[in-house]
């Protein structure tokens, strides 16, 4: 093949959010726009991982993967990549991403040492919805700060970008090595089966023998919602043709392009059908509900875990994970857990495991870029986010598949031996959670698509009103009496005990006299306007207050979060577009 130089202009705005960059089809199909990108990319990192470097590409197979995947590799052959690692149909998951870069060996002991991985995550796909890109590091994690930083500058200065435009398109559907020879010598494109090495890492780290006699008792009932993403990919081999569940407890496993025109976000709103069968929210259910449900997001690294007419919490999750992992899970057995980690919006329930268990705790700034350092560092065993995100060491995404076996293992554990009666349920485990430990009420509202300037104005006033304690109390007492006093307000910054790094105006956070916390900040996700997130919270250690509707006990509290903020007169907004 040859290599092309294509003369090029930036575009505006291409700068990576949260993770990586989103934006609709329709701006990414634009000529140049993902090549501005790759090509930014390219010139953003050492050398040394571009030039002679294996690289995988691939995603959750949203639309406009397939073009991407080509394109792509038709750039990395033109700027001197070695070869390029492709899942079979384009398809990987962000975890199995992450697993491959770390274990996989390829021909000739080749080592990845990068990634582009094709997914909006959670947002719709589709010609009208949402199409993304990120780069993951050698260490399978997604590229610091540092390096998006860089990226972003490349792209406001970009005039060229290199492409082999001759080379053939690959086949991607079925496995194989194909080689090309260019001016520089040999590009392989190696098509490899999506789900293997991401198995064998499931299997190393969980008894696959304790949950199969789980699964097979006749008390056990499971159901798992792909919600038409990625994850079905994966879940077929893993529950079926692994652990034996039964194929009808597979829902939405076939991925598609557009995830069948739903939202691919495992939560109570979007994972509807999964929801009514669990026997929650509002529809009718058909006969006795499963007594474990769970669903994964488009890219499969979120998970909701759902008991029989039960709902956990993800902040409640990675507690719970974390306080039963040393006995649950055999990858813990040995060296125990290094520490435990959060996002700041997520709830302090981990907060109280750690300090029970004695454990190193770290609080981070929403993202999982910033669990990675901790993790390299030997510092981190299980990390968590309010947002469906549990993940652990084993790689440095967060892992919706992940999740679900360590509460499989879990059950379990708790069911060892009496797997013949009434069996300890999901339900029972974290309630008996929050017997020990006490109980964080916690909810999240999202308004979605507020226009951009009502979302910035709203979260300047947020900033200045933080530094007036006296007038925030006024103001709250004005609403409710009986809410207790903001003792600490701030924006929360964040310095990397590992490489000193500092994050600023990560959210706006209320602390209040007795431990609970209102925190403020705009999405860095969404493809269109601004997305402004309040997450609220209260801690109940009081045993005969536990048990309480959480909307109910959080009540007085987000009454005082909405007219604190003004949210209505901001954003035109009465109420929130979800609620998790
Ligand atoms: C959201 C979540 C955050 C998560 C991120 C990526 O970011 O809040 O916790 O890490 O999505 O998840 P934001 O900036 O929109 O609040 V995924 O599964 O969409 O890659
Ligand atoms: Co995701």
């Known amino acids: 093949f040859n290599v092309s130089r294509v003369e090029t202009t930036p575009f505006h705005g291409q700068k990576p959010g949260t993770s990586g960059l989103r934006k609709k089809v329709k701006v990414f199909v634009q000529p140049h726009y993902l090549h501005n990108f790759v090509q930014a990319t390219f010139n953003a990192l050492p050398a040394e991982n571009v030039k002679g470097a294996t690289l995988v590409v691939s995603g959750d197979g949203r639309y406009f993967s397939k073009e991407a995947i080509q394109t792509i590799t038709k750039m ?22 992450s697993a491959v870069i770390r274990k996989r060996i390829g021909l000739d002991g080749a080592k990845a040492t990068g990634a582009f991985i094709l997914t909006a995550s959670h947002n719709p796909g589709g010609p009208h919805e949402d199409f993304g890109i990120k780069y993951n590091m050698g260490n399978g994690g997604p590229a610091p700060e540092g390096i998006t930083d860089q990226i972003f500058r490349h792209t406001t200065i970009i005039k060229e970008y290199l492409i082999a435009e001759d080379l053939p398109d690959v086949d991607i559907t079925v496995a194989g090595v194909t080689n090309f020879t260019g001016p520089e010598g040999p590009f392989d494109v190696e098509v490899f089966d999506s789900a293997s090495d991401y198995i064998e890492l499931m299997m190393s780290i969980f008894d696959f023998g304790s949950i199969k006699r789980l699964l097979s008792s006749p008390n056990f009932t499971f ?12 879940a077929k081999r893993i529950f079926v043709d692994e652990l034996g569940a039964q194929e009808s407890s597979l829902l939405n496993c076939t991925p598609k392009e557009d995830f069948g025109g739903g939202h691919p976000d495992p939560n109570l709103t979007y994972a509807k059908e999964l929801v009514a069968r669990m026997g929650l929210g509002n529809s009718e259910t058909q006969g006795e509900p499963p007594e474990f449900g769970a669903a994964a997001d488009g890219d499969a690294d979120r998970n ?6 039960f709902f956990v919490t993800p902040s409640d999750s990675v507690a719970i994970i974390a306080a039963n992992a040393v006995e649950a899970i055999p990858y813990f057995f040995v060296s125990g857990l290094k520490g435990v980690a959060r996002s700041m919006p997520t709830s302090a329930a981990l907060d109280v495991v750690a300090k029970h268990l004695n454990l190193k705790f770290f609080e981070v700034p929403t993202g999982w870029k910033f669990f990675g350092n901790l993790m390299d560092a030997g510092l981190c065993s299980i990390c968590g986010e309010e947002s469906f995100g549990t993940g652990s060491d084993h790689i440095r995404e967060k892992d919706g598949i992940w999740a679900v076996l360590a509460w499989l293992s879990i059950l379990a554990y708790k069911n060892k031996d009496n797997l013949q009666d009434k069996l ?8 008996q959670h929050w017997a020990t430990y006490g109980r964080h009420y916690y909810t999240r509202y999202d308004y979605e698509n507020v226009d951009a300037g009502a979302a910035k104005e709203l979260m300047a006033y947020l900033v200045k009103l933080q530094s007036s304690l006296s007038e925030v109390n006024e103001i709250i ?7 207790s006093n903001v003792v600490h307000a701030d924006e929360f910054e964040y310095k990397d005990p590992v490489d000193g790094s500092i994050s600023s105006h990560q959210g706006i956070r209320y602390m209040f006299e007795d431990g609970s916390r209102l925190i403020f900040r705009l999405s860095g996700t969404g493809s269109e306007g601004a997305t402004i997130r309040l997450y609220i919270e209260q801690y109940e250690k009081d045993p005969s207050k536990i048990g309480r509707l959480s909307q109910e006990a959080l009540a007085p509290l987000v009454e005082v979060a909405l007219k604190l903020s003004k949210m209505e007169e901001f954003t035109g907004r009465s109420a929130p577009t979800v609620i998790t």
């Open 76 to 97: 990395s052959a033109a700027n001197g990549v070695r070869r390029v690692w492709i899942g079979q149909n384009g398809l990987l998951s962000t975890p199995a991403v």
């Open 477 to 483: 007492k004005g609403v409710q009496s009986d809410v």
């Open 424 to 431: 300890v349920t999901v339900e029972d485990i974290v309630r």
């Open 304 to 309: 909701m875990i759902l008991g029989k007419r």
């Open 223 to 234: 159901c798992f919602d792909a919600l038409h993403g990625v994850a079905g990919a994966y």
